[in-house]
């Protein structure tokens, strides 16, 4: 079993920059990547960044290129996600992801292990 704890959100106004961090915990020899996802009211959960812990590699969903940056700490089994200029339309629940498998970056069926969640709030 992975555990999963995330930290960071809050309220900023738009334009703003917050950063987000999960940490793993548990059997973490089986997690090879992490990732962020979010999920507002009324939409489905969607993939905002992934990276592979062991080289680094990262991957963004298209509404957040150029504008969040996700970075991870192998050793620790923990990662970052560096959000600035923040947009209305990024108001959700984020949520860290890990995952054992190879298989899509983008797809939540990848991911084995959730954390609870946190709300990330944009007032316009």
């Known amino acids: 079993q992975v555990q999963l704890v995330e930290s960071g959100g809050g309220t900023v106004q738009a334009g703003g920059s917050l950063r987000l961090s999960c940490a793993a915990s548990?059997?973490?020899?089986?997690?090879?990547?992490m990732g962020w996802f979010r999920q507002s009211p009324g939409h489905d959960r969607q993939f905002v960044a992934t990276?592979?812990?062991?080289?680094?590699?990262?991957s963004y969903g298209d509404s957040v290129k150029g504008r969040f940056t996700i970075s991870g700490d192998n050793a620790q089994k923990t990662v970052y996600l560096e959000m600035n200029s923040l947009e209305f339309e990024d108001t959700a629940v984020y949520y860290c992801a890990a995952s054992r498998s190879y298989g899509l970056e983008w797809s939540a069926d990848e991911y084995d292990a959730w954390g609870q969640g946190t709300q990330v709030t944009v007032s316009s």
């Open positions: 548990g059997r973490t020899n089986v997690v090879f990547r």
């Open positions: 990276i592979w812990l062991s080289s680094g590699r990262p």
